[in-house]
């Protein structure tokens, strides 16, 4: 069959026909004569096809209608507004569609080109019946109450939800001062005893139209003004101004009044006032309009606030202010408003930034703690507060408030710190050993964890929060990830990292040491366990971590809890030795009776060049010093009420220790002076015995580890190991663990060593 199929069609006889009929009338050119067309396949089909294809329908409007533009005509007439609602729209569906037109108006009439519309309410709402497709522009006739009150009126305009919504309104009397909320007024005249106001409306939200009368109200027996003023003032002092905001309640008693005279302090500038019943604020010299936040006006010591609705009892203000400081000290203001029968008042000072204020009171102005201030007045501060007072303003007194600060200069903020770090570490017995690293995170912002392995070592794994994420090569190290898309932490949660070390193979005896990586996050503590192959006898345990048995248990899980030390009742009450970092130097102080002693101070001065250093115990009663080298020491401890104690210490820097101090009762002019020895272990019964004292408190074997079972973290590696790491290692399933200690672990290499012999 040829590619190409030869189609005789015979044109359409008549069409052709009448076609050439109408050229030859009209003059034209004649048609080529009926004959043979030849066609392809593919457009021969593509010709079927799209005489197949159904014919497009029509879009349909998404609505049945459109509301274009509402035109509003009233004008005031006797106790009420009457006008006409010209609204324009479409309707886009064919027969009658319910167009909804307005609600909250009285309609007495509604006509379309001079013919009635019917009209139809559900819900409260007018809506028109109306024929489509077409455009319309129905007219209704309506009308709304009027509310006049003393030297007031007003009333409320539901605005039909149109795309654009304009209104003409016709007032009586001329010079009438007219507002709108919301909307803007375009044009306002007077003429012929009448105010006509041009304005746009927000389409769809009820607009509230009030302004002046001249309304004659019967008199009513003068009565005197009384009422209470209580102010609530925060003062902010930041580098170069002081800003107040003064939240003031008024409580009319006796009468009514229609303004305020508020006193302002000279110097500030007053940056705003606002209030549900403010109509507006003057000064001695310029009416200030400052409805609208964000207006500012100067001050010239009083301010006159004229309210809206003086028939109120409770009027409520909030007056802010601001003026430049130089220097470190100004005095806080104190607004007043004229003719109060009593005025109270809270003040809460505050400071932007890190600064320290101290306030001095005068005038009648208490102290009282923070915590008791009033809770709105508490929610204005932006920063913590620093002191709080309240008065109760005399005629005879002036309440002052005298402020000096001082500034420190802004310091880092840790992006991430480790609350705790469980490590579990598993050793074959050809040296290699994989290492666990469980981390208990508070994460603000920092994405990844900067890993420094040691050299040979690999990770294998990282899971962030239970999932699995892929760690990063980076030119100075590996990054593990502590977050991940979709996940933004605000608690604590845990990252974990598995990594493997090719170690040196085991002889028959020799020693061998364990490094973890060093990692760009403070850790508070970090727990080490180590298990080593059963054949395997150890000992000598050295390097920058403690036994764990030589911390107790509940001083390790408060540090992981909060940060804080675990007072030991038996470590307060003798001068057993706990040990700490190199370089640390710390104890606790307590009475006879064995109560904490905080806010003690206790001085170290070196025996042999007469360094001294100080420390004050805190709420705990512990002290702590960093920094000192090895060497004979004096501990002066000095408390009030007590007799000073002076200890005589050999300090190893290499093994610092934990010291207790006992004070007595006494003068503080009173010295008793002990010498404090070092402790010995008896590594037979396991006991704790000092120079004159005696103690029953069991201490591990020193200078190594204890040995012990392996916990469920070595079972745990032990399982992963198991299919699911991607290494082939030979896994002890028999041997010893050692637990390890160190606090306070700031970006830097993790080291155990150790001596051994084959069983």
Known sequence: ??????????????????????????????????????????????????????????????????????????????????????????????????????SGMTILDAHQDGKGVPLIQEGGTHLALLPG??????????????????????????????????????????????????????????????????????????????????????????REVRFLADEKTLVSVSEAEMRVAVLADISMIQGQT????????????????????????????????????????????????????????????????????????????FISFKGAQRETGEVLVEGAGTMEITATEGGGLKRMDVKEANPFLRSMAHFPPQAAFRYHRQASEVPTLALNWVRFPDGSVLAAVAESADVTTMVTSEGKSLTEVKLTMKNQAQPFLKVSLPAGATILSADVAGERVKPVQGPDGNRVPLLRPGFRPSGSYTVSFV????????????????????????????????????????????????????????????????GQYYRDTEAYNNPAQIQFPAGQMGGFVTDMTGAIVPGARVTVTSSDNGMSRSAVTDSNGRWMILGLGSGNYKVRVEGTGFKTVVNNIRYDAGQPSLYGSTLNVGSVSETVEVSATALTVNTDTAMISSTGRNYSRVAPLAPGAVSQNASVNVVNLQKRVAGVLPVPIDVPRAGTSFSFVRPLVLDEETKVTFSYKSR
């Open 1 to 102: 069959m040829n590619t190409r199929l030869s189609i005789s069609v015979l044109i359409a006889s008549v069409c052709l026909m009448s076609m050439c009929w109408a050229q030859d009338k009209n003059g034209a050119l004649p048609l080529p004569d009926p004959g043979n067309v030849t066609l392809t396949l593919d457009e021969y089909n593509r010709l079927v096809a799209l005489a197949l294809k159904p014919p497009k329908k029509p879009d349909v409007a998404p609505l049945p209608y459109s509301l274009k533009h509402a035109d509003i005509q009233l004008r005031v007439e006797n106790n009420g507004v009457v006008g006409s609602v010209l609204i324009e729209g479409e309707v886009f569906h064919k027969g009658t569609s319910k167009v909804p037109l307005t």
């Open 499 to 562: 990594f493997i070390h090719s170690g040196t193979p085991f002889a028959k005896k020799g020693g061998a040491d364990l490094s973890l990586p060093s990692m760009d996050i403070p850790i508070t503590l970090l727990n080490w366990e180590v298990f080593l192959p059963e054949r395997y006898k150890v000992k000598d345990f050295g390097g920058d971590v403690i036994a764990a048995s030589l911390v107790p248990a509940a001083m390790r899980e408060e540090v992981t809890r909060g």
């Open 133 to 222: 497709p077409a455009a319309f522009s129905v007219a209704l006739d309506a009308g709304l109450p009027l509310r006049i009150d003393a030297g007031r009126a007003s009333f409320s305009l539901p605005v039909p939800a149109v795309g654009s919504a304009q209104m003409h309104l016709q007032i009586l009397g001329e010079h009438t001062l007219a507002n709108i909320s919301p909307g803007v007024i375009t044009s306002r005249k007077s003429e012929n005893g009448h105010t006509t106001v041009e304005a746009t409306l927000v389409p769809g939200q009820p607009a509230t139209i009030w302004w002046a009368t001249r309304e004659v109200v019967a008199p009513a027996a003068p």
């Open 258 to 333: 229609s303004n305020f005279l508020v006193s302002i302090p000279e110097g500030f500038e007053v940056t705003g006032v606002s209030g549900p019943t403010l109509d507006s604020a003057e000064t001695q010299s310029k009416l200030l309009n400052l409805k609208f936040a964000g207006a500012n006006a100067p001050t010239q010591g009083v301010i006159l606030l004229t309210l809206n609705n003086p028939g109120l009892r409770n009027h409520q203000f909030l007056i802010s202010m601001e003026r430049p400081i130089n220097g470190t000290s100004a005095a806080a203001p």
